[in-house]
């Protein structure tokens, strides 16, 4: 009994320590979004003060906030779309066929740091007059996402019968129209876990864009950094545009948490 009640009193501890190292980052930052500059210098005002809304006109009108919330989604959703259209049968025919020596080199795509391939992309794609424009953007973002669909819907596809598609083949189906019939309507939660991760690191992807974005195609990670001067930072605005960034992404997290969690362990227990 003494070591059960010692167990579970460290491991309220444990998480109630972890809880509030993730949020007290967040809370400080949405509180400092509300805040003046002078306000958030002043420690005695941490927690009492008088809200102001100037930090949020500043991002949505003066800093042109609205286009480069319209540049994100257009990017991570054309980056999602189109590696969800490639990566969902190339995840099936290296489940079906097995495919590993083809797995390994999406895996090591996967593992090069990005950071290793931006001198050669802005070489070629300089030279393509491509800098600036959102196609680069879209398949250099998709660099990140294609290998991520491909792994989260191998392991999805490997754990489906395949004597589903056997049956469905012995009814008078071809061999695609049994993928399309049977195998992808089931793989659906696969997909749709694929896709929202896929468009999360993709809403928060800044070196690419960084890189690569022009002053027209800049998204909202590279825009954080227009707050930022030489001589002083301008906190109040660059908090408001953080949690600008940041809210939408949590908020699609918490409605879709169910789809992510059933997604990711669906591979694991078919089959």
Known sequence: MKTSLGFRIFRTVALVVVVLSLVAPLVWMVAASFKTNVDIYDTSKALIFSPT????GTVLQQANYIQFI???LWVAFAATVLSL???VPAAYSMSRFNMRKSALVVLMARVIPGVSLLVPWYYVFSNLRMVGGFSVLILSHMFVSLPLIVYIMMGFFDGLPDELEEAAQVDGLTPIGAFRRVTLPLSVPGIATAGILSFI???NNFMFALVLSGA????????IF????YASIDWGGLMAATTVVTLPIMIIALFVQKYIVSGLTAGATKG
């Open 70 to 72: 319209g540049n994100s």
């Open 216 to 223: 027209d195609t800049k998204t909202l990670p590279v825009a």
């Open 85 to 87: 259209l490639l990566g």
């Open 226 to 229: 227009d707050f930022v001067g």
């Open 201 to 203: 690191f993709s809403w």
């Open 53 to 56: 809304l100037d930090n949020y």
